[in-house]
């Protein structure tokens, strides 16, 4: 049976920085035991305060997630009578109530409603990716297709091997659409219009092309995804987590609302920050060195650059002090 | 008299797609009667299974739609006190209700509400356009300014006249502002900032500077405009037309909204395509095909550029199976 | 004491035309004082009709605007205790009624309050910004972080020098993030991938970089900057004040609300000129000169070019009438 799939994530713990690599299977499908192992990990390494980043690939050798395990997205559809929209969005509802009240393992068996469970389940995970402290990455060893493509989006960066691979939407060509994010995160990506073509045509973007749209950051030889994917793991992991955890929650939330209210949720979370320990510390030291240099510290030639390396400003702009310039 | 216009539309029936040719006059202008032929138009495509694309031209020499018959927007004017925004907005919601009791001929001759009516009436009929699976392709022949291009920012794909025609939306000039969507679908299109300058300004687009931003889709020669969007409207014509209607709804209006909300939106629709008769239909073929083929047939090489060009799924990746790889 | 700033802002009246010279004392600092006085002209600038734009630029021979006065936002923070994000947005809450109620020197003192209510005072500053029919440009004459860069992003148009100068929001570097509207503005400026990564990263853009990603306008040598902003302060300041409003606050908050509800703001907008006096009587013009030219002005030869110069369209496309063909 070749969709028959006991997926799993394996974790390789580098302290700072997680390596998880996604089994598909020989098939490379996301199936709901990726789902189950994906969701562990992330409210793992949300809550350790040790992890700063994680950074996913997938054990095909060429494919990263080759789309979703279409038996799982089929078999529940079966149970289910036919439902326009109005119905899909209450079943939609139901499914966040249940899924709040039981978590994964609810015993909901085949229920009509398993599906539209499972789905809110993987949403909420992608959701708590994004609301999250930790910087997530994407290694792209190869091709991502449907809800491949989608975990990739909700990834907070994106390195993908060069050559002969695809990341896109074909779900238009199979009679359904795009269900774990794709109409949204892409489209925050790349744009609507970009984003609605490529989804209405289900044509998936080459490396190269996902390059120059922006729909991926860095494309590298196959063999170098994985180490270029820890090194942004690693860089972007020294900036302090609660800041980051701030900044991706205004930017993902705030930055797709209107404009006042964003700006009243930046000022939320700018507030928390502010009167945060390491904020005041932070604050106060940059004070300080800047009554030592007689300058603000950012303005000290080159000391920005070294900040950039290090991540935080603590000592910066003050010769000898720990931590500043390298 | 240069403004009297008596507007139509031809229509040329070529099966799954039809040709709309807009006759403006003999100055090209969106008036009345244009916006009444087009409304028809667009709801019999809509509900037509058999009608997936429509291409939009202008029968003028060298222009696609002028602007609007500016009569139009002024006599309706001079009848009404002048209004704050508190107040315009209160005549805009009272024309919401007054179009969805009567439709377009209600009785309500030059009453003052009238060209807050009419214009809801274009809104509604844009956004009609935006929720259907119809795909509509704009034939740029020539320029289009004010109306004409909001009108084509409505259409989903956008060809255009390679020479001196231009694109986009001079009202600031005449004291007044896009009112036809173009602050909202223009800033949508081609981003913000872009917008507010080019809108602020009255300056319109180039053929050239609409391609460079993504304004419009492909400049081509004058002479090619028309068999170049008909070429489109057929490919993009070939996918199901429910499941096109759900990714335009998620992308055009879950795309727009808080990111949370935009995905519940995607996730009703997603179930809806998941669950309906043909998505079932063509994701067991699928899972049919992988038994067969040992391989997920988007992997099998040369089969994803054949489906892109059938338009489903179906049979891909399997030799001698009606409809794969051509 | 290196962050003791006495900032003010001395401004020169040009007509239709202000030139501000922000001096946020030797460090180039955005402390209160340069927010009350900032807050006091755009309060003017708005409701003078002669008014048209106001050119911002720094007396500090290598910045903009440094960045904030640190121990603002340090002290008021180290009076309150730690708070979660539910307890922030509280404050803000608290902050928007307290300033609503009472102004800027609401006799607060140090309370707790304190720095919430200013946090709250700028932000209402920056949005009446994008409110106004005023044109506001900042002339970059050289780095602009932090809220200097927040104060860049909420003018219209960004002129900067050429050179070792960068603009953008470090934050992330002080375990704090963007509070004045960084993570909003920048988002809608540049898209909210680019964005959300230099946020993170807290790495500025060069000003070629800037340009590049058009979070900038025009980069030019430094003696340059002030010149060119101004010419295109009154170049954009010949449009009609009030259309100027209307499409400032259709594109800022419509084109970030959901797209019905965005399209509704429009309508209203749109309506207001409309039926507002000068709207009328340029409509009116160009009905007539359409009757005289027996042609639309604006598909006259050379008119629309005239007319982008003068700003409106009266007395367009008929020679030797007032205001047109240049």
Do not use: C
């Not at 302290?15 to 598909?24: D, E, F, K, P, T």
């Not at 038996?71 to 079943?91: D, Y």
């Not at 009554?291 to 650059?305: F, Q, R, S, T």
Request: charged share 20%.
């Amino acid at each position: 049976m070749a969709e028959e799939v006991r997926g799993s994530i394996e974790v390789d713990d580098r302290g700072s920085v997680l390596v998880a690599r996604i089994n598909g299977g020989p098939l490379g499908l996301f199936g709901n035991d990726v789902a189950e192992a994906l969701d562990e990990l992330v409210e793992r390494a949300d809550h350790d305060p040790k992890v700063q980043a994680v950074v996913f690939t997938g054990t095909h050798p060429n494919r990263f997630v080759s789309h979703a395990e279409v038996r799982w997205l089929q078999e529940g559809g079966a149970a289910v009578p036919p439902v326009g929209t109005r119905g899909a969005s209450a079943l939609a509802h139901t499914a966040r109530g249940v899924n709040k009240a039981g978590g994964f393992k609810a015993a909901l068996g085949k229920s009509p409603l398993w599906p539209a469970v499972q789905l809110e389940r993987v949403h909420q995970m992608f959701l708590k990716m994004n609301r999250s402290g930790v910087v997530f990455v994407a290694a792209l060893n190869g091709s991502a297709l449907g809800l491949g493509a989608e975990f990739s989006w909700a990834n907070d960066l994106r390195v993908m091997a060069d050559g002969d691979y695809v990341i896109g939407q074909p779900e238009v060509l199979l009679g359904i659409m795009p269900g774990g994010g794709g109409t949204q995160r892409l489209t925050r990506l790349v744009g609507t219009h970009r984003s609605l073509v490529a989804i209405l045509e289900g044509k998936p973007f080459t490396s190269q092309e996902a390059l120059s749209i922006g729909a991926v950051d860095d494309v590298v030889p196959q063999d170098q995804v994985l180490e270029r994917a820890i090194s942004l793991a690693e860089h972007f992991g020294t900036r302090p987590k609660e800041s980051r955890a701030a900044i991706k929650r205004s930017v993902y939330f705030g930055g797709s609302m209107e404009l006042s209210d964003g700006l009243h949720l930046e000022r939320a979370e700018f507030l928390t920050t502010a009167l945060s320990k390491l904020g005041q510390e932070l604050m106060l030291d940059y004070m300080a060195n800047t009554e030592v240099a007689g300058e603000l510290p950012l303005y000290v030639p080159g000391v920005y650059d070294a900040v950039l390396s290090t991540g935080t400003t603590r000592g910066a702009g003050v010769p000898n002090k720990t931590g500043s310039e390298g």
